[in-house]
C-alpha cells in the first residue's frame, strides 16, 4: 500500500463520513480495512466493533466515494505541478486549488493555465495587444478605433485598427472563458434553469420513428428523468435528434439574460459610452462562442453521469431482486428450453443439480409429434421421480407450457408442478467457457436447458455463470459507462453470494469465485482439490488448498458452509475466529454444541455482554446467538410460482379488463414490467402500481413478485401492453381519437415552444403505453 498523507486522509475519512451518516472515526477504520484487502462482505459481517457497525450499503457507497476523491486529490496534485512549473502558481491560487470540492471546479481553476494550442489570444497577445483590450475595458469612454490605431503593426500581423480590436477581443473573451469564479457561476444558474431542447435531424423522421415523441421536445435539465435523458442521448447518438441547452424556456430572453451575467461580472455597463457597445457584444460573442458550448458539453456530462448512476443502481437492485429469488431447493427438475423448428430441449437435473438426462423433442410446429413428445417426457419423469418442470419463457414457451399441463396430467402420482422461468442468459451460458468445461460432450443447445432446470433450484447458484449485463433485468444497459456498469454489477452479485452462503462441498467454481476473498484461480483450486481429496470436513481444510493462505481464508471462510463435517459451527456463518467466543457460551451452559444449537429459549436466556472480550463485542456476540438460534439460515422467500392464466397464449389472446396473474421481470424508474405469458411484457406504470403516491417503484415491486394485473389497454400492432396493480381502474374506451401517446409522462414530452400537445380526455393510461413505447423501443 502506497504512502499516504495523513491529514488529507482524515479529510477524506471526514467528507466520507458525513455523506454516508457516520462517524469519521468509523469511515477511517473502513478505509483502513478496504486498503488492507478486505472485501465490503466481510468488514459489513465480521468487522461490526471496528467500524462501529456499517452496512454493507454505506461500505459500497464509502467505497465509491473513496475511489472518487482519490482520484481528485491525485488530479489536483498534478495540477498544482503543472501550474507551479510554469511559474505562475500564486498562494492564492493555491488556497483556491486545495479548497476545490469537485472535479469540474478543478477543472475550471486549471483551464487558464491548461497547456493549449496557439489560439487567437495567444497570438493576439503576441502582438502586444493586451494593454488595447484592457485600455477599453478600463476606461469605455475611449473610442475603440482610435485607441486601436496605436496598436497596428503590420511586422506583427496588425494589419489595421480592425485587426488589433478583434485581437483585443479575442484576448478578452478567454479571459472571460477561462474566469473560474465566472464559469462556476454561470454552471449553477444553467444547472437550475437549463432547458435540454431536442430537434429531429431534417430527413430522419422516418428513420427514427420510434423517437417520434421527442421530435420537438423541450424539458428543465435538472428534472428530466434518468431514462428519458438516456434516450434523447442515444438518439443523438445514432443523428436522429440535435440536442441543445437553452438558458430557460425562452431560449431568446435567456441568452440575454446570460450575456448581461458575462457582461456583470467582467463590469461592463451600457452607459452611452464610446466602448460600451463593442464591450457588450464582446461579452455576447464570449456567451455565445466560449462559455455557452463549453457549460452544455460539461453539464451533459454531469447529467449523464448521474443519469447513467441511477441506471446502474436500478439495474443493480433489480439483478439483486433476481439472484435472491426464491430457491425451489433440492428436487429433481425437467428442464424445458423452447422452440418450433428446431424442437424443444430437455434436460433432467436430480435434486443436488446433476445432469442425468437429456431429450430433444418435437412437438411444435411443423413436426406437430405431440403424443410421441409426452411419452418421451412421461418416460422421464418416472425414471427420474421428477418433481418440478421448469419451461423457459422464450419462443414457443406457452406452447410447451401447455404441453407440460397435459404431462402432469399423465402422471398424477409424481404430483409435479410447473413454473416459466426466465431464460434471459441461457444462451450465453450455453456458449460460455465454463458451459464447456462443465458439459464438454454436450451439445451447446442442451446446456441452455441445464440452465433452465437448474435456475429453478437455486437461481442464485445457476446464474452467477452468467455474466450479469446478459440477465435481462437493466434499463439502457447498452447506454452506460460499461467498466462502472461491470463494477457495480459485480460488487451487487457478490453482496448476494455472501448473504447467502455457499456450500463448498458441492458449489461451482463460478459461485466460489464470488465468495470474499476468493479469486476465480483459487476457487478452481478449491473445485480440484475437493475433486482430488473428497469433500471437506471442515474449514481448516480449506489452507490445505494451493494459494488460499491465511489472510484469504480470513475473508472467506465465514461465508463457506460445510454440512455434516466435523465441526458442527462450520455449517453456520459463525467464523471460524469466533468459536472462542462459542466454547464460552458453552461453559456457561455446561452443554455441547449440538445441543444447544436450536434452542431458542436457552440462547434468548442469554446476554451478549457476559462473552465479550478485546476483540469481539456486543455486535459480534448477538449475531452468534442469532446464527445459532437458526445456523445457516436462508435470507430468500419461500418458493411460490405464479400461474398464468389457461387460453391466454399470445398478444392476441388479451382484453381490456381481464386480470391476470404474472411475475415481475423488470423494475424501471417509471414502473415495472411484468411477463404474463404473452411472450410480451406488459407495463405497470409508476402511476397505477399503488393507490398511494409512489416515489420509487421499488417501493412497492421488484423482479420476481407474483402479482395480479389488470389489462388496461392493449395495442397488437406496436406490442404495447398497459397494466395496472389497481384492480377497480376502468380500462380505456376501446376507440379513441388520433393522439401523441407520450403528452402525459411525467413531465414530457412537449410540442412546439415547449408547450404539451393538446388532447381531448386523454385516458388515464396513456402513459403506460407512452412509457413502455420508450423504454422497450430504446433498450
Not at 402420482?413 to 431464460?423: D, F, N, P, R, T
Not at 411460490?640 to 424501471?668: P, T, Y
Request: aromatic share 6%; charged share 30%; glycine share 8%.
Amino acid at each position: 500500500m502506497q504512502d499516504r498523507n495523513p491529514k488529507l486522509d482524515q479529510h477524506i475519512a471526514a467528507t466520507i463520513a458525513a455523506e454516508i451518516g457516520a462517524q469519521t472515526a468509523q469511515a477511517k477504520a473502513a478505509i483502513a480495512l478496504l486498503d488492507e484487502g478486505a472485501t465490503v462482505p466481510f468488514i459489513a459481517r465480521y468487522r461490526k466493533e471496528v467500524t462501529g457497525g456499517l452496512d454493507d450499503t454505506q461500505l459500497r457507497n464509502l467505497e465509491t466515494r473513496l475511489t472518487y476523491l482519490r482520484e481528485l486529490e491525485e488530479r489536483r496534485a498534478a495540477v498544482l505541478a503543472s501550474i507551479d512549473e510554469q511559474g505562475k502558481l500564486s498562494d492564492e491560487l493555491r488556497a483556491e486549488i486545495e479548497a476545490a470540492d469537485s472535479k469540474s471546479r478543478l477543472e475550471d481553476l486549471y483551464l487558464p493555465y491548461k497547456p493549449k494550442r496557439r489560439t487567437k489570444a495567444q497570438i493576439a497577445r503576441e502582438a502586444g495587444l493586451e494593454p488595447l483590450a484592457d485600455g477599453l475595458l478600463a476606461d469605455p469612454t475611449r473610442v475603440p478605433e482610435e485607441f486601436a490605431a496605436a496598436f497596428v503593426d503590420a511586422e506583427k500581423g496588425v494589419a489595421d485598427a480592425k485587426a488589433a480590436l478583434d485581437g483585443a477581443r479575442a484576448i478578452l473573451m478567454e479571459r472571460w472563458g477561462e474566469d473560474a469564479a465566472l464559469v462556476g457561476e454561470l454552471r449553477n444558474w444553467m444547472n437550475d434553469v437549463g432547458v435540454i431542447r431536442a430537434r429531429v435531424a431534417p430527413g430522419k423522421e422516418e428513420a427514427g420513428a420510434k423517437y417520434r415523441d421527442y421530435f420537438d421536445h423541450a424539458e428543465n435539465l435538472a428534472k428530466i428523468p434518468s431514462h428519458r435523458l438516456l434516450a434523447l442521448f442515444r438518439a443523438r447518438r445514432e443523428e436522429v435528434l440535435f440536442l441543445d441547452l437553452e438558458p430557460g424556456s425562452d431560449a431568446e430572453a435567456g441568452h440575454l439574460q446570460a450575456e448581461g451575467r458575462v457582461a456583470a461580472h467582467a463590469g461592463v455597463k451600457a452607459q452611452g459610452r464610446a466602448a460600451d457597445k463593442w464591450l457588450l457584444d464582446s461579452c455576447r460573442l464570449a456567451w455565445k462562442a466560449k462559455l455557452h458550448l463549453h457549460l452544455m458539453l460539461d453539464l451533459f456530462a454531469q447529467a449523464r453521469e448521474k443519469a447513467e448512476a441511477e441506471a446502474i443502481a436500478v439495474f443493480g437492485d433489480n439483478l439483486k431482486d433476481l439472484l435472491l429469488a426464491a430457491p425451489a431447493g433440492p428436487k429433481a427438475v425437467l428442464g424445458l428450453d423452447p422452440g418450433l423448428r428446431t424442437g424443444v430441449k430437455v434436460a433432467v437435473v436430480d435434486a443436488t443439480g446433476k445432469l442425468v438426462d437429456t431429450a430433444t423433442i418435437y412437438p411444435h410446429e411443423p413436426k406437430r409429434q405431440w403424443d410421441p413428445s409426452l411419452h418421451v417426457l412421461r418416460a422421464l419423469c418416472l425414471k427420474h421421480q421428477v418433481q418440478l418442470v421448469s419451461i423457459g419463457n422464450g419462443t414457443a414457451s406457452r406452447e410447451t407450457d401447455k404441453l407440460a399441463g397435459d404431462l402432469l396430467k399423465l402422471v398424477p402420482e409424481l404430483k409435479m408442478q410447473k413454473i416459466v422461468v426466465s431464460e434471459a442468459g441461457a444462451s450465453v451460458y450455453s456458449a460460455s467457457e465454463f458451459a464447456a468445461k462443465e458439459f464438454p460432450g454436450l451439445d451447446v443447445s442442451l446446456r441452455g436447458a441445464v440452465s433452465i432446470a437448474r435456475r429453478l433450484q437455486d437461481p442464485l447458484a445457476e446464474l452467477v455463470k452468467i455474466e450479469p449485463k446478459a440477465i435481462g433485468v437493466g434499463q439502457y444497459q447498452h447506454d452506460v459507462d460499461q467498466y462502472r456498469l461491470a463494477k457495480a454489477l459485480d460488487a451487487k452479485v457478490e453482496d448476494c453470494v455472501n448473504a447467502v452462503g455457499v456450500y463448498v462441498n458441492t458449489a461451482s467454481a463460478a459461485l466460489l469465485s464470488r465468495v470474499s476473498g476468493l479469486s476465480s484461480a483459487v476457487a478452481e483450486n478449491i473445485v480440484v482439490h475437493r475433486d482430488a481429496n473428497g469433500p471437506f470436513k471442515k474449514r481448516k481444510d480449506l489452507l490445505k488448498v494451493p494459494r488460499l493462505g491465511e489472510k484469504t481464508f480470513e475473508q472467506c471462510a465465514g461465508f463457506l458452509r460445510i454440512a455434516d463435517g466435523d465441526e458442527p459451527l462450520d455449517a453456520s456463518s459463525v467464523h471460524p475466529e469466533a468459536y472462542p467466543v462459542v466454547e464460552r457460551i458453552l461453559a456457561a451452559g455446561g452443554r455441547q454444541v449440538k445441543q444447544i444449537i436450536g434452542d431458542s429459549a436457552f440462547l434468548r436466556s442469554l446476554k451478549a455482554e457476559q462473552f465479550t472480550d478485546e476483540k469481539f463485542g456486543v455486535p459480534t456476540v448477538r449475531d452468534i446467538l442469532k446464527e445459532l438460534e437458526k445456523p445457516g439460515r436462508d435470507p430468500r422467500p419461500e418458493f411460490k410460482a405464479a400461474k398464468f392464466a389457461d387460453g391466454v397464449e399470445d398478444i392476441k389472446d388479451l382484453h381490456e379488463g381481464m386480470i391476470l396473474e404474472g411475475v415481475v421481470s423488470n423494475v424501471a424508474a417509471f414502473g415495472a414490467f411484468v411477463d404474463i405469458g404473452v411472450h410480451q411484457d406488459g407495463l405497470i406504470h409508476i402511476s397505477a402500481l399503488s393507490d398511494k403516491f409512489v416515489k420509487d417503484p421499488r417501493e412497492v415491486v421488484k423482479a420476481g413478485d407474483i402479482v395480479k394485473v389488470r389489462v388496461l389497454e392493449v395495442d397488437v400492432a406496436r406490442k404495447r401492453i398497459a397494466l395496472t396493480r389497481r384492480l377497480e381502474d376502468v380500462p380505456a374506451p376501446a376507440k379513441r381519437e388520433e393522439r401523441n401517446d407520450a403528452s402525459r409522462d411525467r413531465g414530457g414530452p412537449r410540442g412546439q415552444g415547449g408547450k404539451p400537445f393538446a388532447q381531448k380526455q386523454p385516458p388515464a393510461n396513456n402513459a403506460l403505453a407512452a412509457a413502455f413505447a420508450r423504454a422497450r423501443s430504446s433498450d
